[in-house]
Each structure stands twice: as structure tokens, then as C-alpha cells.
């Protein structure tokens, strides 16, 4: 059964930092893997996707990376602004089209 | 264009009541998918429609859960006999086809508190 691990649960970082968002699954036997933000109350906003034959994908000042022989994601955010403050969900897609989310990440980026 | 929609935004209900939970999709979406999250956790994959047809319920915790999408289009999500633990964020999503190189579209989500 596949699982799905964020590290670490939550995070505050000062404004500009850099910072390392971590995502662990246990079958490697996935199609793609998908960062999500989730703000307050609302519903889920894909950030990124990579696909199973990917290493990595870029968005402005987000990088995911994907190892999938060693079960291993990373989301990489660059100088963190007070608005990237939010949780993050890393979610892999199985087989059937279901998505297995991990617990997520609650980043605070303090001004 | 209009994303995925839900309705209500906040449903309260007494233990025992039956409640239903709407979700439209993005238009000419034939994936439709349901997930329950709870407070503090991710989201937990409930059930699957490929237009009308329901491919997959394999996470629908109980028989009193339902779900259905006649016309392929608007789904609708009923909780029988609501529990306490029921209550959740419940969010739709919607794709294109439900293939692995396309994301979902999350809609805002339900909030349900039974008491």
C-alpha cells in the first residue's frame, strides 16, 4: 500500500530565506508526483507535476525534484515572500487515477 | 473560465441526519473525483467517476456513503446517518480525462461539522 510522508510537519522561515520542502513514498511504482498548495479554507492549487520519467520541474521560484528509486521529492522554494505562506501537499498518482497525499507541510514566511 | 464549484461551503448537522454534498465540475471535464480531509491531515482518495460510470469507491469509509453522477456531469456526495467522525473537508476535483499526465482541479471544498 502506498504511503505518502511529508518532513517537516510545519515550518517558519524569515522573509528571503531559501528553504527545502521534503516528500517520502513508499512504492516507486508511480506515474507522476504533484505539489499542491493549500491556503486556509480554500480548496488545492497544483504548483507542479512531474512526471515518472522526470527529474525535476521548475515554476518561477519553485523547483521539485523527483528520485523515484529512492522514494524521495523535494519541493525547493527561493527567497520565500510572506505570501508563499501556506501549507504544501505532495500527493503521487497511483494506478486508477486516485491521488495518495502526504499530511503536508504548513510553511509561515515571517515579514 | 468557471472552476470546479462546490456546494454548501459549511454544512452543520445534528447526529443522524442525512446530508448531500454538490460538486460541479469544470465543464467538459469527464473525471470527477471525491476526497475527505480531515483536520490537520491530507486528503483521502473516497471514490471515482469517468463520466457517468463509477469506476472506483474502494475509499468510501462506510456503506453510508454514497455518491453519483447521473448526467456525467454534477455529482453529488450523501452522507446517511451522519457520525461525528464524519466530520471533514470534503473536496471535488475534476480533469480533463483522469490520465496520469494531467493535474486535478480542486474545487473550495465542504466543511462538515456534525455534532
Known amino acids: 500500500k502506498q504511503e505518502v510522508t511529508q518532513i517537516p510537519a510545519a515550518l517558519s522561515v524569515p522573509e528571503g530565506e531559501n528553504l527545502v520542502l521534503n516528500c517520502s513514498f513508499t512504492?516507486?511504482?508511480?506515474?507522476?508526483l504533484q505539489w499542491f498548495r493549500q491556503d486556509p479554507g480554500k480548496g488545492l492549487t497544483s504548483l507542479l507535476l512531474?512526471?515518472?520519467?522526470?527529474r525535476e520541474q521548475t515554476s518561477g521560484r519553485l523547483n521539485a525534484s523527483l528520485d523515484k528509486s529512492s522514494g524521495r521529492s523535494t519541493l525547493y522554494i527561493a527567497a520565500s515572500q510572506p505570501g508563499d505562506s501556506a501549507t504544501y501537499l505532495c500527493a503521487v498518482y497511483n494506478q486508477g487515477g486516485k491521488l495518495i497525499f502526504g499530511q503536508g507541510t504548513e510553511l509561515s514566511v515571517k515579514p | 473560465g468557471a472552476g470546479v464549484s462546490q456546494s454548501p461551503r459549511y454544512k452543520v448537522a445534528k447526529r443522524g441526519q442525512d446530508v448531500a454534498l454538490r460538486c460541479d465540475p469544470i465543464?467538459?471535464?469527464?473525471?470527477l473525483f471525491w476526497y475527505q480531509q480531515a483536520l490537520g491531515q491530507g486528503p483521502e482518495f473516497l471514490t471515482y467517476f469517468q463520466n457517468e460510470a463509477q469506476l472506483d469507491k474502494s475509499g468510501l469509509p462506510s456503506d453510508r456513503f454514497f455518491a453519483e453522477r447521473p448526467e456525467g456531469s454534477v455529482s453529488t456526495l450523501k452522507i446517511q446517518r451522519t457520525q461525528q467522525e464524519d466530520s471533514a473537508v470534503y473536496l471535488c476535483?475534476?480533469?480533463?480525462?483522469?490520465?496520469?499526465?494531467?493535474?486535478?482541479?480542486f474545487g473550495p471544498g465542504t466543511r462538515l461539522l456534525v455534532l
Open positions: 476535483a475534476s480533469s480533463p480525462a483522469g490520465g496520469p499526465l494531467e493535474t486535478q482541479y
Open positions: 512504492d516507486s511504482a508511480i506515474y507522476n
Open positions: 512531474i512526471q515518472s520519467s522526470q
Open positions: 465543464s467538459g471535464h469527464v473525471s
